[in-house]
């Protein structure tokens, strides 16, 4: 199921372009998708590795909380959640279903939960940051750079 969720979510951008049904309500959807995939993940590890996840209580609680601040955020200033896409939280999703697949089907890959937990952080940092510079919402940022590029022209625009 994992490693069908990962292809799943990386062509269903590519062929939602293609097809010309890409929207900003589409990719607020993929992004609650997402989030709710790796919740029953998250559930899925809790009930069968709660040691592991016990290890690692306070990186998990502080990626936790980066999520729900972020969301808040980003609901009380654009109505919405975020929806960037970024090259970041491509690789997270990548380390996320390594990291599963390891533990939960091969019960190793122990040092990957804390890599995929750490770079989620970073992640929630750069998407956060994106949101606080950014004057409106706008969907496909792929990285931090390019929406501080953006604030630029639409402040120039005003």
Same mark, same amino acid.
């Given at each position: 199921?994992?490693?069908?969720?990962?292809?799943?979510?990386?062509?269903?951008?590519?062929?939602?372009?293609?097809?010309?049904?890409?929207?900003?309500? =589409?990719?607020?959807?993929?992004? %609650? $998708?997402?989030?709710?995939? !790796?919740?029953?993940? *998250?559930?899925?590890? #809790? +009930?069968?590795?709660?040691?592991?996840?016990?290890?690692?209580?306070?990186?998990?609680?502080?990626?936790?909380?980066?999520?729900?601040?972020?969301?808040?955020?980003? =609901?009380?200033?654009?109505?919405? %959640? $975020?929806?960037?896409?970024? !090259?970041?939280?491509? *690789?997270?999703?990548? #380390? +996320?279903?390594?990291?599963?697949?390891?533990?939960?089907?091969?019960?190793?890959?122990?040092?990957?939960?804390?890599?995929?937990?750490?770079?989620?952080?970073?992640?929630?940092?750069?998407?956060?940051? %994106?949101?606080?510079?950014?004057?409106?919402?706008?969907?496909?940022?792929?990285? #931090?750079?390019?929406?501080?590029?953006?604030?630029?022209?639409?402040?120039?625009?005003?």
């Amino acid at each position: 199921m994992i490693g069908a969720a990962c292809i799943s979510d990386i062509y269903d951008g590519i062929l939602a372009r293609r097809w010309g049904t890409a929207t900003p309500r =589409l990719r607020v959807s993929d992004t %609650m $998708a997402d989030t709710a995939f !790796y919740a029953g993940v *998250l559930t899925a590890i #809790l +009930l069968r590795h709660w040691p592991v996840l016990r290890e690692r209580v306070g990186i998990l609680g502080c990626l936790l909380a980066l999520e729900a601040i972020r969301i808040v955020f980003d =609901l009380i200033k654009f109505g919405k %959640m $975020a929806s960037y896409h970024t !090259y970041s939280a491509k *690789l997270w999703g990548l #380390l +996320l279903a390594t990291a599963t697949i390891a533990l939960l089907c091969f019960n190793r890959g122990f040092w990957l939960v804390s890599v995929a937990i750490v770079w989620g952080i970073v992640c929630d940092l750069e998407g956060l940051t %994106m949101s606080i510079v950014l004057p409106k919402w706008i969907p496909d940022l792929k990285h #931090l750079g390019r929406a501080m590029k953006v604030r630029r022209e639409l402040l120039v625009k005003t």
